[in-house]
């Protein structure tokens, strides 16, 4: 049973970066692709951005391409996402997911099935980040 566990969140002022980490135990961490989301209150899911299993292969949300990065350390069974410029509307509660279904191809047909949620195994608790105008 894989588990993962956010950790890196705070509260900020606009314009400041943050660097999120999720942290996995269990399963095969390895294999699996690993994505961010936020939920700010009373809104749904947000999609942030996804990597392959090797990280060779990322998927990025337009509403944060260009501001956030994902990458992954699969001897430290680590995935970050790298927030810079971070805005007020970014305040949500973030979270790491995997699945084992997923493939990454690396072209825009990834839109149709990686943002969806309903597609990750495995979820975080999730880490706060609070960004003040």
């Known amino acids: 049973q894989a588990r993962l566990v956010e950790s890196g969140g705070g509260l900020v002022q606009a314009g400041d970066s943050l660097r999120l980490s999720c942290a996995a135990s269990?399963?095969?961490?390895?294999?699996?692709?690993v994505a961010w989301f936020r939920q700010a209150p009373d809104k749904e899911r947000e999609f942030l951005a996804a990597?392959?299993?090797?990280?060779?292969?990322?998927f990025l949300a337009g509403s944060v391409k260009g501001r956030f990065t994902i990458s992954r350390d699969n001897a430290k069974n680590t995935v970050s996402l790298q927030m810079n410029g971070l805005k007020p509307e970014d305040t949500a509660v973030y979270y790491c997911s995997s699945s084992r279904r997923l493939l990454l191809v690396g072209t825009p047909a990834d839109g149709k099935t990686v943002p969806l949620t309903r597609m990750y195994d495995y979820w975080g608790q999730g880490t706060q980040v609070t960004v003040s105008s």
């Open positions: 269990g399963g095969t961490f390895d294999r699996y692709t």
């Open positions: 990597i392959s299993w090797h990280g060779g292969k990322t």
